[in-house]
């Protein structure tokens, strides 16, 4: 059967815009449909946005440190518009580039949504039909809105780049790093911020005395973050409301509320499981994303999904289809972009190099860009002691910057050792630059470094990094 192209990749995210590429690079024949705009969730709605909002929010801070470094400093306002449109101007450069980097390598592009009709064959929403000898879907995920009465009236992160103006005072419902990063981001913006989460600890599933850490310095510098708690009720706030009639916990008199853009109404009224009762500006959900996997055709072409709706696929990113194949979030396995560009890497070595090269999701180095920033690899401490002893080599303490500014911020060094192999099996670090740090730090735990290895390297003073080969006894054991 003679087919259009060698093969034709959905979604024009990180994954599929490296698998395109690769691929074309053999001499394949390759087209990409993508919807809405080119570098998907990381570089038009997620990691590119959120860090430079990281950075962003990080200067009034910076204000107050350079004043104590003995900088005569005059504090401003920040100003939303100005910001979002050198950012939008920002994220079409990089957008352009993506496009770019597409045509350069004979990649057909088709800006329309395109669905699978059969194990072979995409249809357009332009009409036309094409052919594939295999298909690629790298269509990503989404935010998921909680289904209650007044949801419609909050915002995702999807439209936190896109506010006329920043929200005096926001609530954000989520304790996962998408909610945590933003407390801290509009936190540092001058946003009143409040942020409830269900369970007992904020970034569940990271190491907790590090999560504990962070949830401590996000409390120190303003977040009103609070545990154990949801919303019962939700909706546009009334006159009454606004006098404060209606309020458990009355609105403190001066308190403003504003208007912005995904609210229909003077403010949001909400209702916690605490008992309290507030006004807020905007709510922001974030309360976990889901594969974007509805309307694609799958089950026309015979594909299997898993009840989140993930496309199930092999350790060679194959579905149980055989012509199709699915990478990045949208399989649900590990939801990273870097880890999305390896997936995409080892698919076209798999198909079109002749080398079956399945993806490696063992000891991934990630950032949760909080403030206090985390860095972490390997097992948690309580993943490890629940496989064989182990020792925890930990320190905590203010670091020389944030000593001399006068400020009370802490920073966690932290290795889990194997007490058989010596091996490092995780690190965790909560501190400034984190992730670069773990980056490094990542390099070695991946090899399988002991803690011998970490100890016979020098340690370059005076750093906070240097902690990690200093910590010469553990602090417990288990």
Aim: net charge negative; aromatic share 6%.
């Amino acid at each position: 059967m003679t087919f259009d192209y060698d093969l034709f990749v959905i979604g024009g995210g990180s994954g599929g815009v490296r698998a395109a590429r690769v691929a074309a690079a053999t001499g394949a024949r390759v087209a990409l449909a993508e919807e809405y705009r080119m570098g998907g969730t990381c570089v038009i709605r997620g990691c590119v946005p959120k860090k430079l909002m990281v950075f962003a929010s990080g200067y009034a801070e910076m204000f107050d440190d350079a004043r104590a470094y003995g900088w005569d400093v005059q504090e401003g306002d920040f100003h939303w518009p100005r910001f979002r449109d050198r950012l939008h101007k920002e994220l079409d450069r990089l957008e352009g580039i993506y496009r770019r980097l597409l045509e350069g390598s004979d990649v057909q592009i088709f800006d329309a949504r395109a669905r699978l009709k059969d194990p072979h064959t995409v249809v357009l929403s332009t009409g036309e039909e094409l052919t594939a000898k295999h298909i690629l879907v790298a269509t990503g995920g989404r935010p998921v809105v909680p289904e209650m009465p007044g949801a419609e009236l909050g915002i995702t992160s999807n439209e936190i780049f896109l506010l006329d103006a920043m929200p005096k005072s926001i609530l954000i419902v989520g304790g996962g790093y998408i909610a945590s990063e933003f407390a801290g981001i509009l936190n540092g913006l001058g946003v009143d911020v409040t942020q409830f989460y269900r369970g007992a600890q904020i970034l569940r599933g990271f190491d907790d005395e590090a999560r504990g850490l962070v949830a401590e310095g996000m409390r120190a510098k303003g977040v009103d973050l609070h545990l154990g708690t949801n919303i019962i009720e939700m909706r546009a706030a009334t006159d009454a409301d606004l006098r404060g009639e209606n309020m458990a916990a009355p609105v403190e008199e001066g308190q403003p509320v504003g208007v912005a853009k995904g609210a229909q109404t003077d403010g949001i009224w909400v209702k916690a499981t605490n008992g309290t009762t507030r006004i807020y500006d905007q709510v922001l959900f974030a309360t976990g994303r889901t594969p974007n996997t509805e309307d694609l055709g799958l089950d026309a072409a015979g594909v299997k999904v898993g009840r989140r709706g993930e496309i199930i696929v092999d350790e060679y990113s194959q579905t149980n289809v055989p012509s199709v194949y699915a990478i990045g979030d949208v399989t649900n396995r590990v939801q990273l972009t870097p880890v999305a560009i390896r997936e995409a890497m080892a698919f076209v070595e798999t198909v079109f190099k002749g080398n079956p090269t399945p993806v490696d999701h063992d000891l991934i180095p990630s950032a949760v860009f909080t403030q206090p920033e985390l860095g972490t690899i390997g097992l948690t401490e309580e993943q490890a002691r629940d496989l064989e002893p182990i020792e925890v080599y930990c320190t905590s303490f203010k670091p020389m910057n944030h000593a001399f500014a006068g400020r009370e911020d802490r920073v966690l060094m932290k290795l889990v050792v194997s007490r058989e192999s010596r091996k490092v099996l995780g690190c965790h670090i909560v501190a400034d630059h984190a992730g670069e740090m773990i980056q490094l730090a990542g390099i070695a735990v991946k090899m399988g470094a002991t803690k011998e290895e970490f100890d016979r390297t020098v340690a370059v003073h005076p750093t906070m990094a240097e902690e990690l080969v200093t910590m010469k006894e553990p602090v417990r054991t288990a």
